[in-house]
Every structure is written in structure tokens, then in C-alpha cells.
């Protein structure tokens, strides 16, 4: 991704974020705390809103395009240590229980295999730890799931990566995640996911 498809992408998504994407990443990301973790950072259009974050100890950003974390040097940096890195989300370079907190926001519909880096948000993450989620869905009414479902073909072979009708709050809790909390926005294609792992045998769910 060159600089001027960053700005494009960047300019793409201004009106989304203006009309409630911005607010509900401040949401979410306010509940992150400790070490944290954000898969796909892309152009780092979270960073400037972890500088409201009180209890950031470190933050580890990672994209699997190198490119595309070019746009990242141009964000107002989060106070604290900060490394970026190219990595697959399915294969995390991490030891286990590294972090409090793994952040992702508009990232598993993307992913090739969601159950795969969920395993990974689960090793990496500490016991107790958070898994903070803000994605777009397949619609959660009767007319945005059918519309979903019926645009998906079409909008994936347009662009070969986001699924348009991934129930990923479905995923997040196949994979062994305590739900805490799920709600709906955007005329139900877009949700807030808050779960955690359980102290207790972790690494047996």
C-alpha cells in the first residue's frame, strides 16, 4: 500500500468514523489497561485514543501488510513504550500470557481463519485477561442479515479479503471466551465485543 492508497483508505473511512465508528473506538479502547496488544493496526487509526488510556503500560501493534503500517509514523503517538510490527495474527510472535489486553477493530472479518488467531489471542493473552472487539457483522436484524448475506459474494470477489457476514461474536465464544458483553450499532452490522479468559485452566479451554 503506497502513501496515496493510504491517504485513500484513510479518506474512505473519515465519514464512517465521523458518523460513529470514532466514538465507538473510544469506547472500547477506554477499557484496555496494562500490556496490550492491537491486531491489525493498519494505519494506526487507534493511536491517538490510547493516549486516553490511564493504565497503558506498553503497546504492541501489529499488521500482516508492512506497507500499510507506513501511515502509522503519521498518527500522534500514545504516551509510553509503543513498538509496531508486520506480523500474521495467526501466528503470533509471542511467548504465552505476554499481555492484559489484545484489541482488534474492524479485523476478523479479514482474517482467513478467525478460529486460528483466536487460539492465539487465547495463548498470549494473561489469565483474567481482556479481548476488546469492534468489528462489522453479518446484520443482526432480519433485513441487514439478509442484505449482508446477499452483498457478501459480490463484495468479497470485488476485494479478496472482508467477509461482509461473519458472525464473529460466535467465533469469539466457540473459541473458549467468556462473552461479557456484545452490543449492536450501525442498523445491526456493527458490534462492541468485550470477553475475557477465565483464571482457572486457562490453557484446557
Known amino acids: ?25 473510544r469506547s472500547l479502547l477506554q477499557q484496555a489497561e496494562g500490556r496490550v496488544l492491537e491486531l491489525g493496526m493498519g494505519t494506526g487509526v487507534n493511536l491517538p485514543l490510547y493516549r486516553h488510556v490511564g493504565s497503558l503500560d ?29 506480523s500474521d495474527a495467526q501466528r503470533l510472535p509471542f511467548p504465552s500470557d505476554s499481555f492484559d489486553t489484545v484489541v482488534a477493530t474492524l479485523v476478523f472479518c479479514s482474517i482467513p481463519q478467525p478460529a486460528r488467531a483466536l487460539a492465539e489471542v487465547k495463548r498470549v493473552l494473561r489469565p483474567n485477561g481482556r479481548f476488546l472487539l469492534l468489528e462489522h457483522v453479518r446484520g443482526q436484524n432480519p433485513v441487514t442479515r439478509r442484505l449482508t448475506d446477499w452483498l457478501h459474494p459480490a463484495w468479497y470477489a470485488l476485494q479478496g479479503e472482508c467477509h461482509l457476514n461473519r458472525e464473529t461474536a460466535v467465533y469469539v465464544d466457540q473459541a473458549g471466551f467468556v462473552i461479557e458483553q456484545v452490543s449492536t450499532h450501525g442498523l445491526g452490522v456493527v458490534q462492541l465485543i468485550t470477553a475475557s479468559l477465565p483464571n482457572l485452566n486457562k490453557h484446557s479451554l
Not at 80 to 86: D, E, I, R, S, W
Request: proline residues 4%; charged residues 15%; aromatic residues 10%.
Open 58 to 86: 506498553m503497546l504492541v501493534g501489529l499488521d500482516l501488510n508492512r506497507a500499510r503500517l507506513a501511515g502509522v509514523a503519521q498518527r500522534h503517538q500514545p504516551t509510553g513504550p509503543t513498538a509496531v510490527l508486520q
Open 1 to 25: 500500500m503506497a502513501n496515496w492508497e493510504v491517504r485513500s483508505y484513510n479518506g474512505f473511512m473519515w465519514l464512517f468514523e465521523q458518523v460513529g465508528l470514532l466514538r465507538l473506538r
